[in-house]
């Protein structure tokens, strides 16, 4: 079966520093991989989503995420924090050829410090 | 255009009873998928429909059940509910089922007490 792995379930960062938020998948093949975004009594809002093709993946609001297959790993990073950035970033898999039925990480709540 | 709409937001429940939750997809999607989200399990998938049809069903018992209607709106039910039940239930909708069209749009949840 496969799984998500985030390892830091709190992380805190200063305004302006740089970010980044560790997932490790388990999976027979490669899955497609997201990060989604929840802010406190709100849904979850897609940061980026990696299908297959360049492992660099661009997404909203100033997010990157590099796939690597032989760490199982799938990263997030942004290179200047804001204060609006804080919120709970899970990162999800999914069987390839049904993006819909999703399995996601326990979360990493992100605190911006001013 | 309209996101995916959850109702009730909000409800409270005792044990026993039964719930019955409404989402209504973005207009133009005609997958919706349910989660559950709860402190202790995280966020769980519960199910997908597809034009009237189940396609994929997540580890719940069969208290959990859904349907979608014919305009792609739909609900889910929890019978006989429990303290564990108490949960936000997420709602979401993509525009197919099959393919690369990944992306869900989720809703703001509807947030179940059961006491």
């Known amino acids: 079966a496969q799984s998500v792995t985030q390892p830091d379930i709190h992380i805190t960062v200063s305004e302006g520093a740089s970010l980044e938020l560790r997932c490790n998948y388990s999976?027979?093949?490669?899955?497609?991989l997201f990060w989604y975004v929840q802010s406190p009594g709100q849904g979850l809002q897609l940061l980026l989503k990696?299908?297959?093709?360049?492992?660099l993946v661009q997404g909203i609001k100033g997010f990157e995420a590099e796939f690597k297959r032989s760490q199982s790993s799938f990263n997030l990073r942004k290179p200047s924090v804001h204060w609006s950035d804080a919120a709970e970033y899970f990162c999800?898999?999914?069987?390839?050829?049904?993006?819909?039925?999703?399995?996601f990480g326990s979360g990493t709540q992100l605190t911006v410090l001013p | 255009k309209a996101g995916v709409t959850q109702t009730p937001r909000y409800l409270i429940k005792t044990r026993g009873q039964q719930v019955t939750l409404s989402c209504s997809p973005i207009s133009g999607h005609r997958s919706v998928s349910w989660y559950q989200q709860t402190p202790g399990q995280g966020l769980q998938f519960l199910f997908e429909y597809f034009s009237e049809t189940q396609r994929n069903k997540g580890n719940f018992p069969g208290r959990f059940s859904g349907r979608q209607f014919s305009n792609s709106r739909s609900e889910m039910n929890v019978s006989t509910l429990e303290l564990g039940d108490s949960a936000l239930y997420l709602c979401?909708?993509?525009?197919?089922?099959?393919?690369?069209?990944?992306?869900?749009?989720f809703g703001e949840g509807s947030r179940l007490t059961v006491l």
């Open positions: 979401a909708s993509s525009l197919n089922a099959g393919g690369l069209t990944g992306e869900l749009f």
């Open positions: 990696y299908f297959s093709g360049d492992t």
């Open positions: 999800a898999v999914a069987p390839s050829g049904s993006a819909r039925q999703l399995t």
């Open positions: 999976y027979g093949a490669t899955p497609y």
